[in-house]
């Protein structure tokens, strides 16, 4: 019913294109999360979805409706905003039942359906509070509260979470998270915090400069990434670089060796790779361990850093490059030992150079 | 240190407050030498007016001249109409110009910038220059009222008021001040569904207190002042306003008691308004928080 569909869309403000061509299917009851360095159009997007810009070309679709030209308020949508956006000279239980006043509901039917949205964000005690009374935390479950009132069939966060203290934040996260399990309504997310993106999402989108760079689900795009801007951006640590040489070609998989990497067989599929390529070898530090014989990459100890659970370690590979790897344990290395470094081959992604040969050109 | 610092504190309030009461006095000194004179007959007044008895109600004090100024001119009738033709004006130029400012800031439209310099640049033109042709407009305007269709406005109220509603100052102090509204606010009405019209009478001008005041203030005291354009329009003593009548005060021999009794009375309605906007105005930033 509310599916979400943009068929190359754009958006340029006179000769500056800030959009370049986007496809995105987004399912009924879905939670997807716009992704991408900041400037790379994430707001642009989701607000011309919520048709508070015009839509330069394309098709954007909402259920079955082409709403390219419909203004926000035919569209059935509800928007957060980054500064939460709650209206200064109303209290709380006027600020949520705004859409339902607009709509001319009465008086019970508002009482009785801000009382829900208050019970289920947990704010009955702030109902007659003036927001400049509220705290940071408390506008945003009011923005919230506004949003949730009208039972709209899309949402749209726009960094809702980016003004909040750390541990609040990942309050927050979780309720958004079930919010969604209870509303079952469609939920388009933006952020530039790969965690919320990673926990929240059903899929992620990730853009750069206007365009997608991949779709798909977590946990695809964490294991498979399409490309080297993908492949760099999701994960903490972010995944090593290595620069390597393509040694020989055998069907789907491709040898690969450098100064400090052994020569070792990856998947080729984001290829095509031939003999004497120069390519790019992905590895999450995560999937970095200290090998107990002569291991496949060779460098020294640059610099630890101890956490605990976890000792990230940064090495400096024979060939003067740097590395970093994630151990899942306590341990303890002087700098400047020699290191042997294993990894499984099936969680290396080889990339070719420029390392966007599978995505769109620019 | 610590007695040092606070006797400096305390010196730099009191120079502070000296020069404040100074500047006090010297805005409050013509008003009270304006109310005393119009308790003294002439030549006293006269006498006084050289030294510090002028701001003193002294000597020869009586209410003579008030009811002299009432029996010399219609004051009452003067006072009436500048009343309703500023009260009107103000009223009226408040919400079309807020809405104009509405369209102009928050309403995507063609031309709209073209459109809002050229408003921009009526702001250099001094009525003057205008006075002449909108005269001639006026004197054969059609109106529509209580007897039929008629021509010419001249010796109306309407004819005070309605060139005066619409003007680019007003705009203009509008548009700064909504540009300077968050846009998030105008967006999440929009998406709540509001139209353009909620949006101008639920958000914006209940957040837009301070600047309703500065503009009903300003606009106030231009319309409560109007001389030149009123005399050439209203032949009519019936509509004739405060400042074209203290024309009557200055004919063969003026009395000068009169004429401050004169200036005492149209100055009472100016006091008001603007203590009651002083006080709307400060309610208004309480209660809204914007702009604190
Ligand atoms: N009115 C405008 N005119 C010209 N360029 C604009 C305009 N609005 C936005 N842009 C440009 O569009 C690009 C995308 O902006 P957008 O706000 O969508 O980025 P974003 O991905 O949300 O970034 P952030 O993470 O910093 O919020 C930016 O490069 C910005 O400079
Ligand atoms: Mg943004």
Known sequence: MARISLKNVRKSYGATHVIKGVDIEIEDGEFCVFVGPSGCGKSTLLRMIAGLEDITSGELRIGETLVNDLPPKDRGVAMVFQSYAIFPHMTVCENVAFGLTIAGASKEEKEAKVAEAARILQMEHLLDRRPSQLSGGQRQRVAIGRAIVRKPQVFLFDEPLSNLDAALRMDMRMEIGRLHQQLGASMIYVTHDQVEAMTLADKIVVLKDGQVMQIGAPMDLYHDPANLFVAGFLGAPSMNFVKVTVQGVNGNKVLVSNAALDPVEVSGKRGPFKVGDQAILGLRPQYLSVAEGAGRLHGSVALTERLGSETVVEVTLKDGSPLIAALSHDAVFDIGSQMNLEFDPAQAHLFPEDGTATSSRH | ?292
């Open chain 2, 1 to 292: 240190m610590a007695m040092i610092s606070a006797d400096n504190r305390g010196l730099r309030l009191a120079t502070r407050y000296a020069v404040l009461v100074l500047i006090a006095l010297i805005f409050i000194f013509p008003l009270v030498f304006m109310v005393m004179s119009s308790l003294k007959p002439d030549q006293q007044l006269l006498q006084d007016s050289g030294s510090l008895r002028a701001f003193l109600p002294v000597g020869d004090i009586s209410l003579s001249n008030y009811f002299a100024a009432f029996q010399r001119a219609p004051v009452g009738t003067f006072v009436f109409n500048s009343v309703l033709v500023t009260g009107v004006t103000v009223v009226l130029s408040l919400l079309v110009c807020s809405a104009a400012a509405f369209a102009f800031v928050f309403v995507g439209w063609k031309g709209r910038d073209v459109l809002l310099s050229i408003l921009l640049a009526t702001l250099i033109l001094p009525f003057e220059t205008i006075a002449i042709p909108l005269l001639m407009m006026v004197a054969h305007l059609p109106w529509l009222g209580m007897d039929g269709l008629t021509w010419g406005w001249l010796n109306s109220y309407r004819v005070q008021i309605v060139p005066f509603i619409a003007d680019g100052l007003t705009v203009f102090l509008f548009v700064q001040y909504f540009k300077d509204l968050p846009g998030e606010l105008i967006e999440a009405a929009r998406v709540e569904g509001a139209s353009w019209f909620q949006i101008y009478r639920r958000i914006v001008m209940p957040l837009s207190g301070p600047i309703l005041a500065t503009a009903a203030i300003l606009k106030f005291l231009v319309m409560y002042n109007q001389y030149l354009w009123p005399l050439m329009v209203t032949q009519a003593e019936g509509y004739r306003p405060v400042m074209v009548g203290l024309q009557y005060f200055f004919q063969l021999n003026v009395a000068w008691g009169e004429v401050m009794a004169y200036l005492s009375l149209i100055t009472v309605p100016v006091l008001a308004f603007y203590l009651y906007l002083q006080k709307a105005f400060i309610a208004s930033i309480a209660s809204t928080g914007v702009k604190g």
